[in-house]
């Protein structure tokens, strides 16, 4: 059984890995029920591939890059490592950002990168002094997105924030067992994901 739970950590480590969430997010925002998920497939499409682009594959090719310098740890041990990922990632964040305002659709989606880039500036704040979990910081936010969207709404959907819930366990549990992370640490990354997200999308 022990041979089995780190792969698995490992496992749940790259699927649910914070350049995969925001991506995740707008797949569940697009099939959620609420009244702006209503869009035409082809836009639904484009804005995928525009969350994909813009906070997975351009700040992953950013840290390849950054790996091409011997002095950069690409495993990201120590906290300060990742000031520079996340530099990048909240710069090509807002470049999704700036492409999604430019279309006609409902502007919960823009909230949603906005808040996302917030996360990430608190993230190089904190991680100048401590290495908290960017994984919890990522499906915390996601979570605090959809409770905030219950309380702005007054709807309840059930079984996404169920889902999403099990998710932020599995995840924080992950980290655990591969070792990276603290107790504190996981449950300080899912809170701050969580309060910044929820507020900007339940206030703004």
Not at 52 to 63: N, Q
Not at 113 to 133: D, E, P, R, T
Not at 153 to 169: D, K, M, R
Request: aromatic share 14%; hydrophobic share 60%.
């Amino acid at each position: 059984m022990r041979n089995l739970i780190h792969p698995a950590a490992r496992i749940t480590s790259v699927v649910f890995h914070p350049l995969l969430i925001p991506t995740l997010g707008f797949f569940l925002l697009f099939n959620s029920g609420f009244y702006f998920a209503i869009l035409p497939w082809s836009v639904k499409k484009f804005m995928l591939l525009v969350v994909f682009l813009s906070t997975c594959v351009l700040p992953l090719l950013s840290i390849l890059l950054l790996a091409l310098n011997p002095r950069f740890d690409l495993k990201m041990e120590k906290n300060t490592d990742r000031i520079l990922p996340v530099m990048f990632s909240s710069i090509f964040y807002y470049l999704g950002y700036l492409i999604l305002q430019r279309l006609p659709v409902f502007p919960i989606y823009q909230f949603f990168l906005i808040a996302s880039i917030l996360i990430q500036i608190v993230l190089v704040i904190v991680s100048l002094k401590w290495k908290i979990s960017a994984h919890s910081a990522a499906i915390g936010g996601l979570v605090g997105g959809f409770f905030g969207l219950s309380f702005r709404l007054q709807e309840n959907p059930v079984f996404i924030l169920s889902l999403l819930v099990l998710i932020a366990g599995t995840v924080g549990t992950a980290r655990l067992v591969l070792g990276k992370h603290t107790n504190s640490q996981v449950y300080a990354g899912f809170l701050l994901g969580f309060l910044i997200m929820g507020l900007v999308i339940a206030l703004i």
